[in-house]
């Protein structure tokens, strides 16, 4: 099993900025993907980011050049900078990790982007 723990979500205006952290325990062993998502209400969830083992990393269409996902292995973290926000980025996002066994999601995390 894994466990993730979201955290760094909040209430900010647009424009502003906010990172979001992905915290890893259990059986971390062989993650090859870690993937950011988020949900809108009446949404679809989507795809906002991923870094894969080898450092390879996507986008969404919608967030590329503002967001950023990168990883601390030394803490078992990923994160996910975004910058620039939108109200149009206000969702719950989910941090999400594939390994040889199956995926494992995290509890979410709110992020509102509102003036």
């Known amino acids: 099993q894994v466990q993730l723990v979201e955290s760094g979500g909040g209430l900010v205006q647009p424009g502003e900025s906010l990172r979001l952290s992905c915290a890893a325990s259990?059986?971390?062993?062989?993650?090859?993907?870690t993937g950011w998502y988020r949900q809108a209400p009446e949404k679809q969830r989507e795809l906002v980011a991923s870094i894969f083992s080898d450092d390879n990393t996507n986008y969404a269409a919608s967030v590329l050049g503002r967001f950023t996902i990168s990883r601390d292995n030394a803490k078992n973290t990923v994160y996910l900078q975004m910058n620039s926000l939108k109200p149009e980025d206000t969702a719950v996002y989910y941090c999400?990790?594939?390994?040889?066994?199956?995926?494992?999601w995290g509890q979410g995390t709110q992020v509102t982007v509102s003036s």
């Open positions: 259990g059986n971390i062993g062989s993650i090859y993907y």
């Open positions: 999400y990790v594939r390994k040889s066994g199956g995926g494992y």
